[in-house]
Protein backbone atom coordinates (compact mmCIF):
# COMPACT_ATOMS: atom_id res chain seq x y z
CA UNK A 1 0.00 0.00 0.00
CA UNK A 2 1.44 3.27 -0.90
CA UNK A 3 1.42 6.20 1.54
CA UNK A 4 -1.17 8.11 -0.87
CA UNK A 5 -3.47 5.41 -0.23
CA UNK A 6 -2.70 5.63 3.43
CA UNK A 7 -3.33 8.99 3.80
CA UNK A 8 -6.27 9.12 1.71
CA UNK A 9 -7.70 5.88 3.88
CA UNK A 10 -7.02 8.26 7.01
CA UNK A 11 -8.87 11.41 5.56
CA UNK A 12 -11.72 9.65 4.39
CA UNK A 13 -11.89 7.80 7.82
CA UNK A 14 -12.38 10.71 9.80
CA UNK A 15 -14.39 12.30 7.52
CA UNK A 16 -16.98 9.48 7.69
CA UNK A 17 -16.34 9.00 11.70
CA UNK A 18 -17.59 12.75 12.30
CA UNK A 19 -20.43 12.65 9.85
CA UNK A 20 -21.23 9.34 11.79
CA UNK A 21 -20.74 11.00 15.29
CA UNK A 22 -22.42 14.07 14.24
CA UNK A 23 -25.81 12.19 13.21
CA UNK A 24 -26.03 10.41 16.20
CA UNK A 25 -26.05 14.08 17.51
CA UNK A 26 -28.78 14.93 15.30
CA UNK A 27 -30.94 11.47 16.01
CA UNK A 28 -30.71 11.93 19.50
CA UNK A 29 -30.48 16.18 19.91
CA UNK A 30 -34.36 17.57 21.66
CA UNK A 31 -34.88 20.25 19.34
CA UNK A 32 -34.56 21.33 15.81
CA UNK A 33 -31.81 24.04 17.24
CA UNK A 34 -29.70 21.85 18.61
CA UNK A 35 -29.76 19.37 15.65
CA UNK A 36 -28.89 22.00 13.21
CA UNK A 37 -25.35 22.32 15.42
CA UNK A 38 -24.78 18.57 14.44
CA UNK A 39 -25.86 18.55 10.93
CA UNK A 40 -23.73 22.18 10.52
CA UNK A 41 -20.64 20.01 11.78
CA UNK A 42 -21.50 16.74 9.72
CA UNK A 43 -21.45 19.26 6.55
CA UNK A 44 -18.79 21.37 6.98
CA UNK A 45 -16.21 18.81 8.25
CA UNK A 46 -17.08 15.60 7.65
CA UNK A 47 -17.41 16.64 3.87
CA UNK A 48 -14.48 18.29 3.53
CA UNK A 49 -12.46 15.52 5.01
CA UNK A 50 -13.95 12.87 1.81
CA UNK A 51 -13.39 15.83 -0.26
CA UNK A 52 -9.53 15.88 0.65
CA UNK A 53 -9.32 12.22 0.46
CA UNK A 54 -10.68 12.21 -2.83
CA UNK A 55 -8.37 14.99 -3.67
CA UNK A 56 -5.53 13.31 -2.66
CA UNK A 57 -6.55 10.28 -4.12
CA UNK A 58 -6.26 11.80 -7.54
CA UNK A 59 -3.76 14.29 -7.37
CA UNK A 60 -4.90 15.80 -11.08
CA UNK A 61 -7.80 17.26 -9.10
CA UNK A 62 -6.54 18.06 -6.07
CA UNK A 63 -6.93 22.11 -6.69
CA UNK A 64 -10.19 21.81 -6.90
CA UNK A 65 -10.58 19.81 -3.71
CA UNK A 66 -8.85 22.67 -1.71
CA UNK A 67 -11.10 25.26 -3.61
CA UNK A 68 -14.71 23.27 -2.94
CA UNK A 69 -12.99 22.93 0.92
CA UNK A 70 -12.90 26.67 1.13
CA UNK A 71 -16.48 26.87 -0.34
CA UNK A 72 -17.52 24.47 1.75
CA UNK A 73 -15.96 26.14 5.14
CA UNK A 74 -17.41 29.77 3.30
CA UNK A 75 -20.89 28.39 2.90
CA UNK A 76 -21.81 26.00 5.45
CA UNK A 77 -22.28 27.90 8.35
CA UNK A 78 -23.91 30.54 6.50
CA UNK A 79 -26.28 27.79 5.16
CA UNK A 80 -27.27 26.64 8.67
CA UNK A 81 -27.44 29.50 10.07
CA UNK A 82 -30.42 30.61 7.63
CA UNK A 83 -32.11 26.88 8.02
CA UNK A 84 -32.08 27.45 12.07
CA UNK A 85 -33.38 31.22 11.70
CA UNK A 86 -36.32 29.62 8.79
CA UNK A 87 -36.62 27.62 11.38
CA UNK A 88 -36.73 29.93 14.34
CA UNK A 89 -39.50 32.46 12.70
CA UNK A 90 -41.87 29.60 12.71
CA UNK A 91 -41.33 27.37 15.56
CA UNK A 92 -44.35 28.01 18.34
CA UNK A 93 -43.59 30.06 21.21
CA UNK A 94 -42.78 27.19 24.00
CA UNK A 95 -39.92 25.86 21.84
CA UNK A 96 -38.10 29.38 21.80
CA UNK A 97 -38.47 29.73 25.28
CA UNK A 98 -36.28 26.50 25.61
CA UNK A 99 -33.28 28.62 24.26
CA UNK A 100 -31.19 30.27 27.26
CA UNK A 101 -30.12 33.16 25.27
CA UNK A 102 -32.17 34.48 22.42
CA UNK A 103 -30.48 36.24 19.85
CA UNK A 104 -33.17 36.88 17.57
CA UNK A 105 -36.06 37.98 19.54
CA UNK A 106 -36.05 41.74 19.58
CA UNK A 107 -37.39 43.36 22.96
CA UNK A 108 -36.60 43.36 26.89
CA UNK A 109 -36.92 39.53 26.72
CA UNK A 110 -33.78 39.63 24.67
CA UNK A 111 -31.31 40.45 27.66
CA UNK A 112 -32.61 37.77 29.69
CA UNK A 113 -29.64 36.34 32.28
CA UNK A 114 -29.03 32.80 32.48
CA UNK A 115 -30.29 31.29 35.93
CA UNK A 116 -27.62 31.57 38.96
CA UNK A 117 -26.00 28.35 39.68
CA UNK A 118 -25.73 27.13 43.51
CA UNK A 119 -22.55 28.09 45.24
CA UNK A 120 -20.87 24.93 46.56
CA UNK A 121 -20.23 24.40 50.46
CA UNK A 122 -17.29 23.36 51.17
Excluded at 26 to 51: C, E, Q, W, Y
Excluded at 66 to 88: E, H, Q, S
Amino acid sequence: MELREIITLIAAGIGVLIMLISSAGVLNLPDVFMRMHGFGKASTLGISGLMLAAGVYYPDYFARMMVLVVLFFITGPIATTALTRAAYKVASPSAKLSLRFNEMESGPRRARKPAKRKKKSR
